[in-house]
């Protein structure tokens, strides 16, 4: 029962998904949507799952003094200090001197949202253009023709998608005096006729393989992703 | 060591040092290049500029800080444009991480040069967990989704919902996203399935694959990272933020076409040496 | 059904009032005439819930602007829906104040009078196209999962990052390393989380035998029990329920960055021998997956996100473009029925194919358009 039950879930709120996309009829669009309304609320009741791990793991860390235990310390901290601020009622925050309470402009909570969270992410997403430039250095070698056709385009597109390509390509054709194809006008070509046939191709093939396998676990072929073999 | 060897395995902090600098100069010396708006971020303006006042359009923020410096320049020039159109703005985002963001936007934008009002002009639905299955419970009822808006006042009584309770009454979809859900959700679950008109603007990263929708009209416009909303901002007020760090991201190009070419250097130099060895 | 009803009285009094009335008549009528809409339907909506009512006329035909009214009777209370442009069209009533199902409303547009009862369907015949087709695919299946059960062999060409899979996992086994399994930061709906979720059964079969240590990082909490059940699920079948450490599957954040700088953390502290990132990714994978290289980590990779695919290509060792990932499970286990099931796939692709020769030559011959509404989707 342990395995069936799951199945007999999947596949029963599967077909009436996609029985729900066919057909319009309210019976089938209430019973769909109040599935949906059910989604909403299990996810949300995730969250609290989630934050219990969280919390669990890095108790146990701590307990058990395990390697870098400490940093579980200033970890725990923030969530229990973030959920605290978001939670306990805004009269409270604001009877202690803060402007405002809750998640509202001018609240705690707001202050480290933007002067911690938002520069902390957006540092690790700038990382990215480092990352991007030594990989580049390493990968783009020009080993064999492919690679070769791989690097001119990437080159091509790097140059032509900010506006530098276009000032190059101006200087370049008014110092012969020909219009010829502009670096912009070169990168819009590759990205809308190779890039888009290639892209479209594999998109075709991802697409196909995410419809089979949905129809694998809705039909109970594949159960492994439902704790079965 | 030979200074071939040192160059082929340069250490990766130096390439890191020599980016940093190429971004950060043009921000204090800026090279004042021109931009020419693409056909998609003409396209995207285009079906801004085709609303008519008082029309009602939901603006999907989905993103968080992480891609701020990207997506925040097309919210902003997106708000303005719609602030300018005299159209109705409900936003809504499916990132807990976004509300704030939308908030800022409109206090500077649609509160601060425009004198909007909110809850009349404009309203921040603020954060709804559920993902798609939230994008498909808005074509049922937006209200039923959001009884409350971010702050928690009741929106049923807000002037900007009066006659807006699903896709129904929206004459566009704005949708800012950063990965999932975002536009491909948008598009595989709303703009196929209501067909209302949708526009995106995503991260330079994941353009590439929404330009099948744009090409197949199931995007109605597109904005790709920096490079669009700059492209965008020119469109709607001739400069902004992003594009006024075209110039940095210019140079970061320029660079980073300096390493691709100065490691193929290294790998001729070698081959041919193996090759004469 | 359509019902038209319009209709005219008039009452004569004396001489004068008459020829009056008839004047007024006239111009009534030429007003009218002048402002009636050229081929005004109105009809239930199709393919909807019933509630809905469409309102269409000749665009090109008609004047400047088009004056929209309802009412429950054909007396009124007249109330304006909406006044549109002479060139729209069409409009859909719904949405808010928008009719109700079973109820018959009336409509006068321009003066004109009609009207329609919204009722709901039990097909959406827009999408009829979409249904042959996915019956088509799943026929396919159906197909060669008879095929694959008769025992006829079916052939799966090579797939290098699946076998790497193995050798990575006894390369961690070796040096006493632990093995790093990110399943995506996709939510548990989306299709590569839970495809994600088979292969890591079959990884934690594996890493069970070798008796290595598996850390699974989530940044979704609704796949945390998913996980958590299926790497118990392996190392229960193995035989090997004691080794499962609940710890290692953690949920770190469902922020994108928050989550990608703790498993930078877990790479650089942990220093893990093998790191497969299968699912769903997006910016973070260049991060992740340069991270691991400086690690000097077996690094495969696989998601159907393309847009991320050139950045997995450029720092790991291997990796699964599209449907090569979805492969995975059929190619470790190669399970008949899992087979089947994929070479339905490839046939369908085979069909989608000689779909788009024929329809290429169509299009070139002047006909695109009978192509494409082949495909409309509604």
């Known amino acids: 029962m342990r395995r069936e039950i799951p199945l007999f879930l999947t596949i029963f709120f599967g077909c009436m998904m996609v029985i729900g996309f066919f057909v319009p009829h309210p019976i089938v669009n209430e019973a769909r949507s109040r599935v949906e309304e059910w989604t909403i609320i299990l996810a949300a009741a995730a969250v609290v799952l989630g934050v219990a791990n969280v919390a669990r793991i890095h108790m146990h860390k701590i307990s058990r003094r395990d390697r870098d235990f400490q940093y579980s310390f200033p970890l725990l901290f923030a969530l229990f200090l973030m959920i605290a601020l978001g939670v306990v009622p805004k009269d409270w925050i604001t009877s202690i001197g803060f402007p405002a309470g809750g998640t509202d402009e001018g609240s705690p909570f707001d202050w480290l949202y933007n002067n911690a969270y938002v520069p902390m992410q ?36 790097m140059i032509g998608r900010v506006p530098v390509g276009g000032s190059i390509s101006d200087w370049f054709n008014g110092l012969i005096h020909v219009d010829l194809w502009t670096l912009p006008e070169i990168q819009q070509w590759i990205m809308d006729i190779p890039n888009l046939a290639a892209k479209r191709a594999i998109l075709i093939g991802a697409a196909l393989g995410a419809i089979a396998t949905s129809l694998k676990i809705i039909l109970g072929i594949e159960r492994s992703a439902i704790g079965g073999d | 060591m030979d200074w071939k060897t040192r160059l082929e395995q340069l250490d990766r902090r130096i390439i890191f040092i020599v980016i940093f600098f190429a971004v950060l100069m043009p921000l204090f010396f800026p090279l004042g290049l021109s931009i020419k ?100 419970q808005l074509g049922q009822s937006i209200r039923g989704v959001y009884p409350v808006d971010s702050s928690g006042a009741p929106i049923a009584d807000m002037p900007v919902m009066s006659g807006v309770d699903s896709y129904a009454d929206i004459k566009l979809i704005v949708n800012v996203s950063a990965g999932y859900p975002g536009t491909k959700e ?10 209302i008109p949708l526009v995106a603007g995503c991260t330079a990263v994941s353009a590439p694959e929404y330009f099948p929708y744009f090409q197949s009209g199931q995007l109605s416009g597109l904005l790709g990272g920096l490079a669009g909303a700059a492209e965008y901002e020119v469109l709607v007020s001739g400069s902004g933020p992003a594009a006024k760090k075209m110039d940095a991201q210019s140079l970061g190009h320029i660079v980073i076409i300096g390493f691709i070419l100065l490691g193929n250097l290294i790998y001729f130099l070698r081959s041919r040496e193996g090759s004469v060895a | 059904m359509i019902q038209t009803r319009t209709s005219l ?28 809409v050229p081929g005004l339907v109105v009809r239930d909506n199709p393919d909807d819930a019933g509630e809905a009512i469409l309102v269409e006329w000749n665009g090109e035909a008609a004047g400047d602007s088009v004056r929209i009214e309802r009412a429950e009777s054909e007396t009124g209370p007249w ?27 009336f409509y006068r547009v321009d003066g004109q009078v009609l009207s329609a009862v919204p009722k ?30 008769r025992g006829g062999s079916l052939f799966i060409r090579k797939i290098a990052g699946l076998d790497a899979m193995e050798e990575a996992i006894g390369r961690a086994t070796e040096m006493g390393k632990p093995v790093l399994y990110v399943p995506g930061i996709d939510d548990a709906n989306n299709i590569q989380t839970i495809y994600s979720m088979a292969i890591l059964n079959s990884v934690s079969k594996m890493v069970a035998q070798y008796d290595t240590e598996l850390i699974v990082p989530l940044a979704k909490a609704f796949v945390l029990p998913l996980a958590e059940e299926t790497v118990r699920s392996g ?27 703790a498993v930078n953390g877990i790479m650089l502290r942990e220093k893990p021998a093998a790191n497969l990132f299968l699912g769903s990714f997006f910016a973070e994978s260049l991060v992740l997956a340069e991270t691991g290289f400086t690690t000097g980590a077996i690094q495969i990779a696989g998601t159907a996100n393309i847009h991320q695919l050139p950045f997995f290509v450029v720092a790991c060792d291997y990796t699964m473009i599209g449907e090569e990932f979805f492969a995975t499970s059929a190619y470790l286990s190669r399970e008949p029925m899992l087979v089947g099931t994929l070479k339905g796939g490839d046939m369908m692709k085979l069909v989608i194919m000689i779909f788009l020769v024929i329809a290429a030559i169509g299009a070139t011959l002047g006909h695109s358009e009978a192509f494409r509404s082949l495909l409309v989707i509604r």
Not at chain 1, 140 to 154: D, G, P, W
Not at chain 3, 126 to 131: A, I, M, S
Not at chain 3, 237 to 254: H, K, Q
């Open chain 3, 79 to 105: 109330k304006l829906r909406r006044a549109l442009p002479g060139t729209a069209g069409t409009y859909v009533d719904q949405g808010e104040g928008g009719p109700e199902r079973g109820k018959t409303y």
């Open chain 2, 37 to 136: 708006p693409g056909p998609e971020a003409t396209a995207f303006h285009a079906a801004i500029e085709a609303l008519q006042p008082g029309d009602a359009v939901y603006l999907a923020a989905d993103y968080d800080p992480g891609s701020l410096p990207e997506l925040q320049p097309m919210l902003e020039a997106a708000i303005e444009q719609l602030c300018r159109k005299d159209v109705r703005i409900i936003a809504g985002s499916l990132w807990p991480a976004c509300p704030p963001l939308v908030n800022r936007a409109f206090t500077e934008i649609a509160q601060g040069r425009f004198n909007k009002v909110y809850g009349t002009d404009y309203v921040n639905l603020g954060f709804k967990e559920g993902r798609e299955v939230v994008m498909n």
């Open chain 2, 186 to 195: 948008w598009v595989q679950q709303v703009r196929s399935r209501y067909s």
């Open chain 1, 122 to 157: 957006g540092t690790m997403f700038a990382l990215l253009a480092f990352y991007i430039a030594s990989a580049a250095f390493r990968a783009f070698r020009i080993r064999t023709i492919e690679a070769a056709l791989l690097a001119i385009t990437a080159v091509l597109v």
């Open chain 3, 9 to 36: 009285s008039a009452r004569a009094g004396r001489p004068l009032r008459l020829l009056g009335l008839l004047a007024c008549l006239a111009l009534c009528a030429a007003t009218m005439a002048a402002a009636a």
């Open chain 3, 235 to 261: 190392y229960m079948d193995v035989g090997r329920p004691d080794s499962f450490r609940a710890d290692n599957i953690r949920f770190l954040s469902d922020e994108q960055f928050a989550f990608t700088a």
């Open chain 3, 120 to 149: 709901a369907q039990w097909w959406n015949q827009g999408r009829t196209n979409l249904f042959l087709i996915l019956m088509l695919y799943l026929g396919l299946i159906l197909v060669f999962l008879n095929i694959a059960r």
